[in-house]
C-alpha cells in the first residue's frame, strides 16, 4: 500500500507539472502583448549597441524571432518560452553538479512550479537573457573552479559579459564568484592565480556594446539604471508600504511555501554554523554566494525603496537549489499543489478575464485600441499619434501601428527610449495629432481629464474627442481620453 501510495504521489505531481506547463504553451497563443512586449520589440526595431534603460540582448532576441516568424505576438512570446526552456535546461545541468539525478530533477520541478518561470516564458523583459546567461555563468564558473580545464574561466567570462549585455544586474556574477573564492578556504589560492581576473577581464570585453554606447551617449543609461537610483535611495524615507510591496510581490513569483522555504533554510544555516562561515561546504558556499547578495541588498533597501518584482529573480537560481536540501517531501507535494491551483487561475485570467486589472500593465484590449484610434486618425486626418502613459500606450499602438507613434517627449517630458529613436520633433512643427491617455483606474465614463491642460503649452488648439472605450462581453474594461491637437509648437530643445 506504501508503494502504490508513493507511486500515485509521483503520478499526481508529474500531472500538476505537465499542467502548469500545458497552461504556460496555451498562454502563448491566448494571452495579448504586454507593454513590456511591444516597448522591447520597439527596441527590436531600432537596431543598436545597447539602449537608455537597458542592454541590447533582449532587443536581439526579438528581432531574431519576429525576423524569423513575422512581427506578431506568438512569435515575440516563443522567443521568450524557447529562451526560457533553455534556461530550465541549464539549471537541471547545473543541478547535477550539486544533487543526483532525482534530486537535480526535484530542484527543475521547483523551478518550473514558479510564476517566475511564467513571467519569463511569457513577458519579454530583459530578464529573459539575463536568466539564461546567469545559469550559464554558473555552470561554467563551477565547472572553472572544480576542474583543471582553464578554459572554463574564460567561457565563464564570456558567459558573464553576456548577461552583462541582457542586464546590469549581472554585476552581481563575478562579485559571487571573488565572494566564493575569498570565503572557501579550499579555493582561496585561486585568487592568486591570473584565471579569476581573467574572467573579469573577458566579461568586460564581452560588455563592450554597452559600454561603448553609454560612453556615446554620456554615460545615460549607466546614470539612469545606476546613480539616479542611489541617489533616491540616499534620500532615505522608510515606506512600510514597500516591505510589504516586496514581500507580496515575492510570495507570490516562488509560491508561498519556497518563498518561505528560503527563510527557514537560512535560519537553519545561521543556527549551524553561526559565524563559522569556513565550514559551510563548498558546494553550498558557491550557491550561497550567487544568492545571499542580491537577496539580502534588496531585502535591506526594500523599506526605503520600491524593488520590482523581477529584481530578486537572479538570485533564485542559485536559491531554489540550495532550499531544496531543506524541503521536505510534503512541502514540497504542497509547493506543486499551490502552484497548480496558481496556474489554472492564470488560464481562467487569460482566457475569460474574470479580475479586471486597474492597470495598464495587461495584455487585454491593445489591438482594439490600435484600430480605433487608426479610425480616429484617418477621420481628422491627423499627421500622427502620441500618448503620455509612460511608455505602454504608445509602444503598444507602435506594435500595431506601421507609422511611428510617439511618446510624451512631445510635450517635453522624459520619455525613456523614445528620447533616443533619432525621432526628430522638428519636422512635426505645425501638424496635427491624436493623443490618447489612458484611465486605468475609471470609475464612469466622465469626460473630464484635468491631465490634458497642459497639451495647450505644444498645440494651438486642443479639442476632445468621444472616449474610446475597451468592451468585453459588454462590459467597459478600458478607457482612454482622446483628443485632437492642432499647430504643433515642439519643445526648445535645452
Known amino acids: ?56 540582448a533582449i532587443a536581439m532576441l526579438l528581432r531574431l524571432f519576429t525576423w524569423a516568424l513575422g512581427s506578431n505576438v506568438i512569435a515575440i512570446k516563443l522567443a521568450d518560452s524557447i529562451l526560457t526552456i533553455g534556461t530550465v535546461i541549464l539549471f537541471y545541468k547545473l543541478a547535477l553538479s550539486f544533487y543526483p539525478k532525482a534530486q537535480a530533477a526535484r530542484s527543475t520541478m521547483l523551478l518550473l512550479s514558479t510564476l517566475m518561470v511564467s513571467i519569463l516564458s511569457l513577458v519579454s523583459t530583459p530578464d529573459t537573457p539575463l536568466l539564461f546567461f546567469w545559469t550559464l555563468s554558473l555552470l561554467f564558473s563551477y565547472k572553472a573552479i572544480t576542474t583543471n580545464k582553464r ?39 585561486k585568487l592568486a592565480t591570473v584565471w579569476p581576473w581573467l574572467t573579469c577581464l573577458t566579461m568586460v570585453i564581452f560588455s563592450a556594446p554597452v559600454i561603448i554606447w553609454n560612453i556615446q551617449h554620456n554615460f545615460a543609461s549607466f546614470a539612469f539604471q545606476g546613480s539616479q537610483r542611489v541617489g533616491q535611495i540616499t534620500a532615505f524615507s522608510i515606506k512600510p508600504k514597500f516591505i510589504f510591496g516586496l514581500l507580496g510581490h515575492q510570495l507570490a513569483l516562488l509560491m508561498p511555501i ?31 554566494s550567487f544568492f545571499l547578495p542580491i537577496f539580502g541588498l534588496f531585502l535591506i533597501i526594500s523599506p526605503i525603496y520600491w524593488v520590482k518584482i523581477n529584481w530578486m529573480m537572479p538570485a533564485y537560481i542559485t536559491g531554489i537549489l540550495w532550499v531544496n536540501a531543506y524541503l521536505s ?12 491551483v496558481v496556474h489554472l487561475a492564470l488560464i481562467i485570467e487569460v482566457v475569460f478575464y474574470p479580475v479586471h486589472i486597474k492597470s495598464d500593465d495587461t495584455w487585454v484590449g491593445w489591438e482594439d485600441l490600435s484600430k480605433q484610434v487608426l479610425s480616429v486618425q484617418k477621420q481628422h486626418q491627423a499627421n500622427f499619434v502620441f500618448s503620455d502613459d509612460n511608455y505602454k500606450t504608445s509602444a503598444e499602438l507602435n506594435l500595431y501601428s506601421k507609422d511611428f507613434v510617439y511618446a510624451q517627449n512631445v510635450i517635453g517630458e522624459p520619455a525613456l527610449e523614445f528620447d533616443f529613436l533619432g525621432t526628430d520633433l522638428s519636422h ?29 503649452n505644444y498645440f494651438s488648439s486642443v479639442q476632445q474627442l468621444p472616449l474610446i472605450i475597451i468592451k468585453r462581453n459588454g462590459k467597459p474594461i478600458r478607457k482612454f481620453y482622446v483628443y485632437l491637437c492642432s499647430n504643433y ?3 526648445i530643445r535645452k
Open 428 to 456: 512635426l512643427a505645425g501638424q496635427s495629432a491624436i493623443y490618447v491617455d489612458s484611465d486605468p483606474r475609471f470609475k464612469d465614463m466622465a469626460m473630464n481629464n484635468p491631465d490634458a491642460e497642459k497639451l495647450k
Open 329 to 340: 517531501e510534503k512541502w514540497f507535494k504542497w509547493q506543486m499543489i499551490v502552484a497548480l
Open 489 to 491: 509648437r515642439p519643445p
Open 1 to 56: 500500500m506504501e508503494i502504490e501510495k508513493r507511486v500515485s504521489q509521483k503520478r499526481f505531481l508529474l500531472y500538476a507539472l505537465v499542467t502548469i506547463v500545458l497552461v504556460r504553451i496555451a498562454s502563448i497563443f491566448l494571452m495579448g502583448p504586454m507593454p513590456q512586449d511591444a516597448y522591447y520589440y520597439l527596441y527590436s526595431q531600432h537596431p543598436a549597441l545597447s539602449y537608455f534603460d537597458h542592454p541590447p
Open 258 to 288: 519556497l518563498f518561505i522555504a528560503l527563510f527557514f533554510g537560512l535560519y537553519k544555516l545561521a543556527r549551524k554554523y553561526g559565524k563559522k562561515v569556513a565550514e559551510i561546504p563548498a558546494n553550498d558556499l558557491f550557491l550561497l
Open 151 to 189: 578554459v572554463w574561466w574564460i567561457v565563464a567570462g564570456m558567459a558573464m559579459g553576456l548577461a552583462f549585455d541582457s542586464k546590469y544586474t549581472a554585476v552581481f556574477l563575478p562579485f559571487g564568484l571573488l565572494l566564493f573564492l575569498i570565503l572557501s578556504a579550499s579555493h582561496r589560492k
